[in-house]
């Protein structure tokens, strides 16, 4: 029996709905495997946390959260509390201490789904992003002074290690080696004068450790635009922290929305939980009506499994997904249907367990 302890962060908005979905079918994985037990304990942290308590999460929050395995995250976000709190103090400490420096995000038009670019399908949109995911334009340094003068002054630091850049490129370039060998690099640097061109060159550096992937950089905006027009010619795609964020809910939007979209925050040496998230956040026009869609939550375990070495399971999760798009009865609104989250969620998971029989899990 292999044994594996997750720490489960429901959050804000829709956060708790979609995260319930994606138990069920963690539940489900041990049903059908047998052999993978998941030890998990819930934490109520969060925005209505923080209105007892002051906090985010308890002044402790990491030092209870790092000897787990695994953290499912839900989403953070709520209009009782200022955004730039609820993220400082819960989301962002979890990714930047726990070197969580992947943040992997497929962006994938799956089967059932039409994009909204025309003429574009399932082999056209079909790519990675790969964001540094705990420096760059996320660094936590800057300040403001003569607050509320004419003299008021905001500034704001972007970061870039040697380390942490080529911790990150590194990662890309791999993925691309085993993918279809072809990496675009995200960057800026005929505006960006500094952080930029030192990211350019590390790209060309640890490109010739690299001799049979296919490096192109392009710069962000002339990207974001070619996602839309030309989306077929990517990979791997990887880019900065904020390039990153940036590109990956212009990725959700043309494959189907960020009801869809899963993310994983790795931490590839293991010496800390990886967390598994959905993309979109905590959707607050929405919460509480049921009618979220679990799907981005729920491939989000597949993301995780592929971490814990079960790429198969991975794999039968997105085979789930797709064959109940497909069959196109059960969609919440966001996809154009009416079902509820659980409907969605129910549905998923009991096509895998059809889909289950005579797999060797
Ligand atoms: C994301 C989100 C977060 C980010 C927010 C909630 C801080 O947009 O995961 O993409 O910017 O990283
Ligand atoms: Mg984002």
């Not at 730039?84 to 962006?107: A, G």
Request: glycine share 10%.
């Amino acid at each position: 029996m292999q044994h594996f302890s997750m720490a489960v962060i429901p959050g804000d908005g829709i956060g708790p709905e979609v995260t319930n979905e994606a138990l069920k079918m963690i539940k489900m994985v041990e049903e059908l495997h047998g052999g993978i037990k998941f030890y998990s304990e819930h934490f109520e942290w969060g925005c209505d946390y923080y209105l007892k308590s002051g906090r985010m999460m308890p002044e402790n929050g990491l030092e209870i959260l790092k000897d787990f395995d695994v953290l499912l995250f839900g989403a953070v976000g709520a209009k009782t509390v200022p955004d730039y709190i609820s993220v400082w103090e819960l989301i962002l400490p979890i990714r930047q201490k726990f070197q969580q420096y992947v943040n992997l995000r497929p962006i994938k038009l799956l089967r059932g789904l039409e994009s909204p670019l025309r003429y574009k399908n399932h082999e056209d949109l079909d790519f990675v992003v790969i964001r540094e995911n705990t420096e760059g334009e996320y660094f936590n340094s800057g300040g403001r002074v003569h607050e509320g003068t004419p003299y008021e002054l905001a500034m704001q630091n972007s970061v870039f290690t040697r380390f942490g850049t080529e911790r990150i490129l590194n990662y890309a370039f791999t993925l691309a080696e085993k993918r279809k060998k072809n990496l675009a690099v995200a960057t800026k640097s005929n505006a960006i004068n500094f952080t930029m061109p030192f990211w350019d060159e590390l790209v060309k550096e640890i490109s010739g450790n690299y001799p049979g992937v296919q490096t192109r950089l392009y710069h962000i905006d002339a990207l974001a635009a070619y996602f839309v027009s030309r989306p077929e010619e990517f990979d791997v795609v990887v880019g900065s922290n904020l390039f990153g964020d940036i590109l990956t809910d212009l990725g959700a939007a043309i494959v189907g929305g960020l009801g869809i979209s899963p993310s994983g925050n790795i931490n590839p040496e293991r010496a800390y939980p990886s967390m598994f998230e959905p993309i979109h956040g905590s959707a607050p026009d929405i919460a509480g009506k049921g009618i979220a869609n679990p799907i981005a939550s729920i491939w989000s375990v597949g993301l995780m499994m592929d971490h814990l070495g079960h790429n198969h399971i991975g794999k039968l999760i997105v085979d789930s997904i797709e064959a109940v798009l497909v069959d196109g009865k059960i969609r919440t609104p966001d996809l154009g249907g009416t079902a509820t989250t659980v409907e969605m969620g129910e549905a998923i998971i009991s096509k895998m367990a059809q889909l289950a029989v005579g797999h060797h899990l």
